[in-house]
């Protein structure tokens, strides 16, 4: 059974950092990506990695802020958020699919989420 648990998530002041973490289980992915949604808003893609890590790709809001990265033999992957702004509040998925690509609906697999809430 395939299964994505996400954690780290937690409340920080702006400018504040915070380390979030997906932990893979029931097999191994091509590609690990982080997606968040906040209230009233679509699901969009912050950043992902593939099996090598030697490509990432980020969303231009976060790009030289958050750092994703992947732990192989752990089979986790972790997005370390630096300088964080009141707009980056939103629930924070992890997800797993064979390509890098931003279109969430393409990912085949998902996990439950943890919130991040950024006060300004």
């Known amino acids: 059974q395939v299964k994505l648990v996400e954690s780290g998530g937690g409340l920080v002041q702006a400018g504040g950092s915070l380390r979030l973490s997906c932990a893979a289980s029931g097999r191994s992915f091509n590609v690990m990506g982080w997606f968040r949604q906040a209230p009233g808003k679509e699901r969009e893609f912050v950043a992902g990695?593939?099996?090598?890590?030697?490509?990432?790709y980020y969303a231009d809001s976060v790009k030289g802020r958050f750092t994703i990265s992947r732990d192989y033999a752990k089979n986790t992957v972790d997005l370390q958020m630096i300088l964080l702004k009141p707009e980056d509040t939103a629930v924070y998925y992890c997800a797993a699919n064979p390509f890098l690509v931003t279109d969430p609906a393409a990912y085949d697999y998902w996990g439950r989420g943890t919130q991040v809430t950024v006060s300004s």
């Open positions: 990695i593939s099996w090598s890590g030697g490509s990432t």
